[in-house]
């Protein structure tokens, strides 16, 4: 399927990465030509102070702002339109996320809906955006979704109980302010559940058909630096060298998944997302190495470049044995995480799975993943994941 | 390992997309809707630089000018660098305007504010431009600012200056007009009436104000005539009556009014013009003129009746007497004559003979010449003619004393066997006997006219007829009917010449008036012809 001379495009926003890195978003508000800020961020980063630094950054440089915080996991389609309307009323001309996927995927709902003035849930699909949205700065605080960089905002339509995926270069925020001390907030599971989203970011990206060598790059470090740092980092939560390397390994997966897209396990965790409202980076944990095992004879030797990145060393294993190596090397990361989960325990049983295997082969992420399945073959590896 | 549900192209365009390579597929960039949105802003500028208002934005409250549109620079004659220059009181008078003042120079916040100032403008070489500015406060970004939109008044002033002059000369017009002038609004309100309509109807202007359009004297019938006004007037219609008005002071007046719908572009009626005229006097006059017709048809009428009344007292056929026709004819000056003729038969070849003049004409002779006929006929019969006379004198005085009138008269009593005619003149005189050759002869015993009292009796005459003789009587209706004509017996006479029977010559006596002249008295002409062939 893939070939030397196929087309490929990169996009990534402009980032500053580094500790402090939150604290310069009142002079890039500025730059961006913001007058007054809507604020996107939700309970928890609020109490944890990352978006206190960030209002106090904005106060600096003489920006008013306004606070928008009734942001939940998985964030919902009506969240957008009350952001939107506040926004409106505010009379914002920018928006700053801080926050995790959910804020971030919120506050670039509300950017859409502020420009185009129609309900976000009709943006669903690709390039369905026509107007740019306002200036977006982006202060992640997980180590895990890259939606700071990333082209994909997932919206959550309750009424359908459905994820629906926006994806549009357009949607690439302007800035992300990376900064690695804001993941020392977050507690072991956490840690552990956007740990594990973000490799899987970074091997579905190495393994996607639409892959490059530009996103191979990226991809392949992400893969190094998670699979390495990952069990420390969560062992030592304020260990911040540690989340540098972590933060690292996000940003990079993000890079190279927003340009090169998944595969069938994000498509499966947007399924269970919207059917369940679970928590994405658990599904993705709990889905990846049963989807590596379903894709691994699509491309061995890619998944055999990942198993080197893990740090395992393949010299003279048979294809299954490199296969189960890999597997291994992926559940004992999921082991020292604490992830070692099944479905079951998100709530899914038996009867769930033909409808989530639709809604799953229907995402998007579907398109990209390196070997084609049918709706058995989803329901297998639900199945499998039970 | 393929899903026959997916087709595979729709599944590769999708891949195409998500990787970015849709045919929309751009990072973010404003740059398309900045340059839409500055096209728009390039296309209103263009649309405020070409108005005729010159704009000005105003900093708050430090009153200089921050922005102008290119008919600010054109209507003043400075650039626009050296506008931005400038205080908008530099070239304004809006210094002199107190709230003009408060609204560019007041700190405070405020939008909305709003003013509306008559002004004058200063052009860069000095000349001054009436103008009327509209100034707003508003709020943009958090700073305060005024704009002011002035627009030249000067045409407009002009106008209103000329406007002003028409109105007053109008109003002189009006003012020194003899007719009462007004004018209603659309729904017959007064809104202005003029001097001499304040002297016509008692009112004054202020009194005016609160009336409707008056009709006739009776309260109750305003509405209605108001309403049929409306309604002829809103067809454009000019209306005009003639009603009976009540004065302030209670007085009754005729007035002549007109009235006309004023309309506006749109054809809808935003008032009427009206006129009102005080025609009392000629109403009375009409009045008057129009019962004394009255009466004079009324005594037309009687005097018709009288006429009727008298002619039928005249012999209605001629008399049947061997040897002799008689004729006459009686014409009166007015309906009724005091002339009249009369005959009656008293034996198969006797008659009497009676033609008489009332002094006077009209009605009042005919009164006393009926009255004088009835008497004749009483006593004529049983007596010889003087003694008639005598008796119809003596019955008569009285009357004809009282109303200090006489009667001439001539009586005669043919005798046709005999040929002979016994008569009595009472102060008549016009007749004479034309012989049948021609000849004139004159009958002269006389007496006085009944009425003239004397002792004397009545004398008789005779005179006797030949064969083709004609004893001609007359009233002096006749003669002074041709004044300057001398009408005496012989000229008479010679009228008759060739004349074959009565009839005929009182045609030709009677003709000798031609029928357009006014009979200036009675005529009465009788003629008794002895027949030629006894």
Known sequence: MQGEFELRKFVAPEYVFGVGARNLVGRYARNLGGRKVLVVSDPGVVAAGWTGDVTASLEAEGLSFALFTDVSPNPRAEQVMAGAERYQAEKCNAIVAVGGGSPIDCAKGIGIVSSNKKHILLFKGVDQVQLPMPPLICVPTTGGTSADVSQFAIITDLVERVKIAIISKSVVPDLALIDPLTLTSMDPFLTACTGLDALTHGVEAFVSNASSPMTDLHALEAIRLLSKHLADSIRNPRDVELRVKIMEGSLLAGLAFSNAILGAAHAMA?????????????????LLDHVIEFNFPASPERFERIAEAMGIDLRGMTPSAK?????????????AAG????LNRIGVSRSDLPILSDKALRDPCMMTNPRRPNRRDIEVIYEESL | MKSPSDSPENGDDLREKLIGLGERSIRKSYYPELQQRLEELERFKAFLDHSNDAIFLIEVPAATILDVNDSSCRQLGWSREELLALSIFDVTDLQSNQKAKNLICAAREGNGERALVETVLFRRDGSRIPAEITLDRMVFQDAVYAIAVARDIEKRKRAEEALRKSEKQYHTLAEASPIGIFYTDAEGEYRYVNDRWMEITGYSRYDALSLNLAWG????DRAGAVKEWLATARKGHPFKAEYYFQRRDGRRVWLYSQVMAEKDDRGEVVGYVGTITDITDRKKAEEELRESEERRLRMQAQLEFAAEMQSKLLPQEAPVLPGFEIAAR?????QVAGDFYDWQQTAPDLLTLTLGDVMGKGLAAAMLMATVRATLRAVVQEHKPAVAMQLAERALRHDLDSSDSFVTLFFGQLDAGARRLIYVDCGHGLVFMRRAAGSVEELST???????FSTDGYQEGTVTFGAGDALVLYSDG??????????????????????ASAEEMVDRLVALVPPEIPLPDDMTVMVVRCQEGN
């Open chain 1, 270 to 286: 947007h399924s269970l997302g919207g059917e369940k409202d679970a928590p994405h980076g658990e599904c993705n944990a709990i």
């Open chain 2, 330 to 334: 009686c014409q009166s000056a007015y």
């Open chain 2, 478 to 499: 006749l003669i002074d009917a041709l004044p300057e004509q001398v009408l005496d017996h012989g000229a008479l006479a010679g009228q008759l010449a060739g004349a």
């Open chain 2, 446 to 452: 006389r007496g006085l006219p009944l009425g003239v």
């Open chain 1, 339 to 342: 992830l070692d989960l099944v």
């Open chain 1, 323 to 335: 296969k189960n190596a890999l597997l291994e090397k992926v559940r004992e990361i999921k082991r």
């Open chain 2, 217 to 220: 004297d009776n309260p109750e």
